[in-house]
């Protein structure tokens, strides 16, 4: 292998292939990139065997070829290199890389390109095509619902459903749920259903730069695989096997009391309320007072611990309904508030001790549900 490839673009090539790198794998190979010309580009591979990244990045090829370069090593020293043309020659007798960029002269010793696992090849003209801009916005609105726990390997996914031209994104720990739903340009030709690691879907959104404009998703039921593919990267995830709870069972159906407010308000009276009930059990009780002729609606939203303090925020409100006192897990609002786009947002409530729904004011496609906390 004989290439020379800009230092710039090996740098950027290798951030995006880098976290799906594997250091603590008792295989030496999954902690290395692998590196190989095709057709004409350079193209770059990392893999846990749970989730694989490639990215291709433009080169100058005069000897094809591929390696698999020790991840860490290779990143550290190409971000040190100067942003000029990088030659790589490898010598396969000794599978070692040199790699040479102005006075700068290294050697890398590496491990032979057929250690490492291949990588799934698809057929991408059968996947679904989705626009990156709004598949960014829906991981970034339900990926954090997910839960952190392997205690129950289902609810760290999210669960990927189309029909007709409809996409839903549903994630859940049991404690919160988050549904954003969409629509895609073309109809997918049968229904799809699948549990995607949550972790996969929050690296597609990194690696998914704003200039594209479309990605394409196929299932690869037989492998119970998912491959993202877009213009320069591809993506391809493991599945989690199991049956996903049925989160329609979740959804309040109506309420006796609906609040709407300012985004912006109430997540800062949060983040404020956050500050001392992050000292004791995270705990924001919300006493929702509707108005009457003369004055608007209030919600207080108050914070305390034993050994700090306390906060207590009013926030002005369009209230209808009766006035309730409800408590949440402030880091949970916090979340949510964090991923509404629209100026206010309405909380739907019934008892206090029934779940909670927010939705943005002006866009029906998300909504968010929380399970309220004990008031002692």
């Known amino acids: 292998m004989n290439v020379s490839v800009l230092q ?5 090539g290798l951030s995006i292939v880098s976290r799906a790198v594997s250091p603590r794998s008792t295989l030496p190979v999954l902690a290395n990139i692998l590196i190989a010309t095709d057709e004409g580009r350079l193209r770059l591979s990392a893999t846990n065997l749970e989730m694989g990244i490639t990215c291709w990045i433009g080169a100058r090829i005069e000897e094809d070829g591929a390696t698999t370069v020790p991840a860490r090593t290779f990143t550290d020293l190409v971000n040190t290199l100067s942003e000029q043309q990088v030659d790589l020659s490898l010598d396969t007798s000794t599978q070692t890389l040199r790699v040479e960029c102005g006075p700068s002269s290294t050697n890398v010793k590496c491990i032979d390109a057929e250690e490492f696992p291949p990588m799934p090849v698809a057929d991408i003209s059968e996947g679904i095509s989705l626009n990156v801009a709004d598949f960014k916005d829906m991981i970034q609105q ?23 031209d409809t996409i839903t994104l549903s994630a859940t720990d049991g404690f919160r749920l988050s549904v954003r739903k969409a629509t895609i340009s073309s109809p997918a030709p049968r229904p799809i259903r699948a549990v995607i690691p949550a972790r996969a879907l929050s690296e597609l959104a990194r690696i998914a730069s704003d200039g ?21 990267a591809e ?99 916090r979340d949510v508030l ?26 029906e496609q998300f909504l968010h549900v929380i399970m309220p906390m004990h008031l002692g």
């Open 8 to 12: 710039k673009n090996l740098a950027h």
């Open 142 to 164: 339900v990926v954090f619902a997910a839960s952190a726990d392997e205690a129950r390997p289902i609810l760290t996914g999210v669960l990927v459903q189309v029909e007709g």
């Open 338 to 363: 964090e991923v509404i786009k629209t100026p206010n947002v309405a909380l739907e409530t019934t008892a206090d001790n029934a779940p909670g729904v927010l939705r943005p004011i002006g866009d």
């Open 235 to 333: 993506l391809v995830s493991q599945l989690i096997e199991g049956n996903y709870p049925d989160v329609t069972q979740i959804i309040p159906r109506s309420y006796q009391t609906r609040t709407v407010l300012s985004t912006k308000a109430f997540l800062k009276a949060c983040k404020q309320a956050e500050i001392f009930a992050r000292e004791g059990s995270l705990i924001a009780r919300l006493n929702i007072v509707p108005g009457g002729e003369m004055k608007p609606g209030t919600v207080e939203i108050s914070g305390q611990s034993e050994e700090i303090g306390s906060s207590r925020n009013l926030v002005e409100a369009s209230i209808e309904g009766s006035p309730i006192l409800i408590a949440f897990n402030v880091r949970y609002l």
């Open 212 to 232: 594209e404009e479309t990605l394409t998703m196929l299932l690869l039921e037989e492998r119970s695989q998912v491959v993202f593919r877009l213009k320069d």
